[in-house]
C-alpha cells in the first residue's frame, strides 16, 4: 500500500514538473475546467486563438492609439490565407510567442510592419510595389501609405477579383476621386455589375501604380483607353465606334502626342489626351447633360486649353466619326474635291510623260 | 548652211532666266523642299518612314518651327515675285506671257498627237510653252492655297474670329491635299521635263542652247531670228510710271510685310506643344484678382474647408502625413490656385464649386499674412 502511495505521489510530482515546464516555456496554461466550454487545442492556431478570438480586445501603446489584437476565427477560415491550410505561425512566425517584444510606439506602426510579412511568400507582388506611389510615399514618411493589408485586410483576406470591391477599396482612402467615379458612366456601369468597364487598376495597374500625373502617363494614356476602346467586340455591345483612336491619331492632338510618346515618352505634351476632353474619374457619357464634350459644354473644354476660343471654336473638331456630307460639309466638300483633282491632274501629267517616253523609245528603235 | 555656220547656231545661246529670276528659284527649292520634308512627315505620321525623318530632324517641335521658317521664306519670295510682276507688266509694260491661250492648248494636243504617233507636226512653242505655264499656275495656285490654309492652321483662334471653325478641319485636309499634289507634280511634271527628259540647266545658267529652243519653244526662237522681238516702250514712259510704281510698292511692300509677321507671330496656340501643363501655374483662369482676398476671412475658410486634416491648423505641414507646409513658402497666388485646382500628388482637386475663385483669395491672403509673420518674427 506505501509502495502504491509513493509510487502515486511521484507520477503526480512528474505530473506537477511537466505542467510546471509547460507554463514556464509555452505560455499561458490553457484553462480547462469544467466549467469551460472550449476544447483543448489541436493545432498553433487554435492555441493563438484561446485568447485572439476573443472579441473586442485591445492593448494600449505608447502613442494613446489603441490596438486591436482580437482576430475572427471564422474569418480567417475563409479567407484565401486559411482555405490553403494557413495559419498564424505561418505569417507571425513561431516566435512571436511569448509576446516579450517591446510594443510598438503606434498602431499604424504596427500595422506597417506586420505587412513586410506579406512580401515573404508574395516576391512578385513586392517586386512590383517597390516602385509604386504607395511604396514610395511610405518609404517618404507617409505613414498613410497604403500596404498590402490596407486593401487586402490582414486575417481575412479575399481573393481580390471583384471589380466593384476593388473600386470601393481604393475609395476607402480616395474618397474624392472615388466620388466622382461613382457617378462617372464607368464608375456607374461597375457598381451595377458591368464585367467590361475598368475599375480603378485596370487604368492604374495593381502594385506597382505609377504616378498618375507624370509625362509619361500622359503620354500613354490615349493607349490606355484604346486597350478598350479599339475593341470591336467589346464597343459593339455598348454601340460606341472604335475609330476613336485612330480618328483621335489622325487629328492635331493625337499626331503630336503619338509623336512624343514615341520619341521620348518623358517629354511633358500640352496637347490633348482623350482624358483632357472626357474627364478622367467623372467620364461621362457623351451625350449626357454634364458631359464635358456635349456639345453644350464643348466650347468650355476648348477653352481650357485655348482660353480665347469664341463661340463656335468646338466646330474644328472633327470628331471621332468620318466625316459626312451632312456632319461636315466643308471639310467633305474639300476632301471631294482632292479625291478627284488629284488624280486628275497627275493622270493627265503621267499621260503626257508616258506618251513623250513612247515617242522617245520608238525613235531610238526606229534609228538603231 | 555651211557647216561651220551651222556649229555657230547650235553654239548659240539665248537668255532665259535673269538673275532676281535664279536667285527666286534656288530659294523656292529650298523652301519647297523643306517644306515637303517637314510637312509630309506630320502628314502621315503614323508611318515608321515619317517617325524616323521628324526623329532625324530633331523632333516634332524642332520641324514645326522649321516648316514655319521655311514657310516664312517662300511667302517672302512670293511677296518679292508679286512686285517683280506688277513692274513688269504695268511698268515695262510686258506681255502676260505666263496666261494660258488657245495656242497652249492646240500645242498640248498637236505634242500628245505627235508623240502618239497620230500627228506629223511637232508644235513650235512660245517662250512659255504648255507644260511650263502649266506648272507656273500650278505653282501660282498652290502657293496660294498653301498660304490662305497655312495661315488658318498657323492661327486657328484669329481665323475663327473671322470664319466659322468648320473652315480649320478643312484648311488642315486642304493643306494636306494639296501638300500632296505639289510634291507628286514636282516628281512627275518637273523632274521629268526639266532634269529626266534631258537636263535643262537654264535655271542656273541662265540661258538654253538652239537646240532646246528648237525643241522646246520653236515659235519663241522664230520671233528672235525673224527680229520680231517684243516692242519696248520709250523711256521716258517708263520713267513716268516708275514714279508710279515706287510708291505703290512701297507701300505694298510694308503692307504684305507687316502681314506676313502678323502671320508668324500674332498667336501661338498650335506652335506651344510643350508645357507642364499640369503645374503651370498660369493654366488657371482665375476670375478675381489675388488682392480681393481677406486674410481673417481665409483663417476661417481653412478650417471650414477643413484644410488643417493635412495641412496643419497653422498651416506649417503635418510631419507624419508628409503634407506640404504652405506657411513660409511664398507660394504666388496663381500656383497656389492651380494647385487647389489640379490637386497635386495625393492632394484631391478641388473645382470652383467647392472653392470658389474668391475663397481662395481668401486662404491666400491668409497664407500670405502667416509668411509676413514669420517674416517679421526674423
Known amino acids: 500500500m506505501r509502495k502504491n502511495q509513493l509510487w502515486i505521489m511521484a507520477a503526480l510530482a512528474g505530473l506537477g514538473l511537466l505542467l510546471f515546464s509547460v507554463v514556464l516555456f509555452a505560455g499561458p496554461t490553457p484553462a480547462q475546467g469544467q466549467d469551460d466550454p472550449t476544447p483543448p487545442p489541436d493545432s498553433e492556431s487554435d492555441y493563438c486563438l484561446i485568447c485572439h478570438a476573443r472579441p473586442d480586445q485591445s492593448i494600449p501603446l505608447p502613442d494613446g492609439s489603441m490596438l486591436d489584437i482580437s482576430v475572427d476565427p471564422e474569418g480567417i477560415e475563409h479567407s484565401v490565407h486559411g482555405e490553403l491550410g494557413l495559419g498564424c505561425i505561418d505569417c507571425h512566425g513561431e516566435d512571436a510567442f511569448p509576446h516579450d517584444d517591446p510594443l510598438p510606439p503606434s498602431a499604424r506602426v504596427f500595422t506597417i510592419e506586420m505587412a513586410s510579412i506579406c512580401t515573404d511568400c508574395h516576391t512578385a507582388q513586392a517586386n512590383e510595389l517597390i516602385d509604386s506611389v504607395h511604396a514610395s510615399a511610405l518609404t517618404g514618411g507617409n505613414l498613410r501609405a497604403a500596404t498590402c493589408v490596407d486593401c487586402h485586410g490582414a486575417h481575412e483576406v479575399q481573393p481580390p477579383d471583384n471589380p466593384p470591391v476593388i473600386a470601393q477599396t481604393c475609395g476607402a482612402c480616395h474618397q474624392f476621386v472615388f466620388g466622382e467615379f461613382e457617378t462617372s458612366v464607368h464608375g456607374e456601369s461597375l457598381l451595377a455589375g458591368d464585367p467590361n468597364v475598368p475599375t480603378c487598376t485596370n487604368c492604374h495597374g495593381v502594385h506597382g501604380i505609377e504616378h498618375p500625373t507624370t509625362a509619361l502617363f500622359r503620354n500613354r494614356s490615349p493607349e490606355l483607353c484604346a486597350e478598350c476602346h479599339a475593341d470591336e467586340d467589346m464597343m459593339a455591345e455598348y454601340d460606341i465606334t472604335t475609330n476613336v483612336f485612330d480618328s483621335y491619331l489622325s487629328d492635331f492632338h493625337g499626331t503630336t502626342v503619338a509623336l512624343f510618346a514615341q520619341q521620348d515618352p518623358n517629354v511633358a505634351s500640352s496637347q490633348a489626351v482623350c482624358f483632357d476632353c472626357h474627364g478622367v474619374h467623372d467620364i461621362k457619357r457623351v451625350d449626357a447633360e454634364n458631359s464635358r464634350v456635349v456639345r453644350e459644354n464643348l466650347l468650355e473644354t476648348c477653352q481650357s486649353c485655348h482660353p480665347d476660343a469664341t463661340s463656335d471654336f468646338p466646330d474644328s473638331w472633327v470628331g471621332h466619326y468620318p466625316p459626312t456630307l451632312d456632319s461636315h460639309p466643308l471639310l467633305f466638300t474639300v476632301n471631294t474635291f482632292y479625291t478627284i483633282l488629284i488624280p486628275t491632274v497627275l493622270g493627265g501629267f503621267l499621260l503626257f510623260v508616258a506618251s513623250d517616253i513612247f515617242r522617245r523609245v520608238r525613235e531610238r528603235a526606229r534609228r538603231s | ?378
Not at chain 2, 523632333?59 to 515675285?81: D, Q
Open chain 2, 1 to 378: 548652211m555651211t557647216a561651220e555656220a551651222n556649229e555657230r547656231v547650235e553654239q548659240k545661246h539665248y537668255l532665259r532666266f535673269s538673275v532676281p529670276q535664279r536667285l527666286q528659284h534656288i530659294l523656292l527649292i529650298a523652301s519647297f523642299t523643306i517644306l515637303a520634308l517637314t510637312g509630309l512627315p506630320q502628314k502621315y505620321a503614323a508611318e515608321g518612314i515619317a517617325q524616323s525623318l521628324i526623329g532625324l530632324l530633331g523632333g516634332i517641335e524642332t520641324i514645326r518651327v522649321i516648316h514655319r521658317v521655311a514657310a516664312t521664306t517662300l511667302m517672302v519670295v512670293a511677296i518679292y515675285h508679286g512686285g517683280e510682276i506688277s513692274y513688269k507688266l504695268f511698268v515695262l509694260g510686258k506681255r502676260a506671257n505666263m496666261l494660258p491661250t488657245v495656242k497652249d492648248v492646240q500645242d498640248a494636243w498637236h505634242w500628245l498627237r505627235y508623240n502618239l504617233g497620230l500627228g506629223r507636226h511637232y508644235p513650235r512653242m512660245p517662250h512659255f510653252n504648255f507644260s511650263e505655264k502649266a506648272e507656273y499656275l500650278a505653282l501660282v495656285w498652290g502657293t496660294i492655297i498653301m498660304i490662305i490654309t497655312g495661315f488658318m492652321l498657323w492661327n486657328p483662334i484669329t481665323t475663327n474670329r473671322l470664319l466659322p471653325a468648320a473652315w480649320i478641319p478643312a484648311a488642315r485636309a486642304a493643306h494636306g491635299a494639296e501638300a500632296v499634289l505639289a510634291v507628286l507634280s514636282i516628281i512627275i511634271w518637273h523632274f521629268y521635263h526639266v532634269h529626266i527628259r534631258h537636263f535643262n540647266k537654264s535655271m542656273f545658267t541662265g540661258t538654253l542652247s538652239h537646240k532646246e529652243m528648237e525643241e522646246e519653244h520653236g515659235a519663241a526662237l522664230d520671233a528672235i531670228e525673224a527680229g520680231k522681238e517684243e516692242p519696248k516702250l520709250p523711256t521716258e514712259v517708263i520713267q513716268r510710271r516708275q514714279r508710279l510704281f515706287w510708291p505703290y510698292a512701297v507701300i505694298m511692300t510694308i503692307l504684305l510685310v507687316g502681314g506676313l509677321v502678323f502671320f508668324i507671330t500674332f498667336e501661338e496656340t498650335a506652335l506651344t506643344t510643350t508645357s507642364s501643363r499640369l503645374s503651370e501655374p498660369g493654366a488657371v483662369s482665375l476670375s478675381v484678382d489675388a488682392a480681393a482676398g481677406i486674410a481673417a476671412e481665409g483663417a476661417a475658410l481653412w478650417q471650414e474647408l477643413d484644410c488643417q486634416t493635412c495641412h496643419g491648423a497653422d498651416a506649417r505641414g503635418v510631419p507624419e502625413l508628409s503634407s506640404i507646409p504652405l506657411a513660409g513658402t511664398e507660394i504666388s497666388f496663381r500656383a497656389f490656385a492651380a494647385s487647389v485646382r489640379r490637386g497635386p500628388a495625393d492632394m484631391p482637386a478641388y473645382s470652383p464649386e467647392q472653392i470658389g475663385d474668391e475663397q481662395l483669395a481668401h486662404l491666400w491672403a491668409w497664407l500670405s499674412s502667416l509668411d509676413q509673420e514669420a517674416a517679421q518674427a526674423r
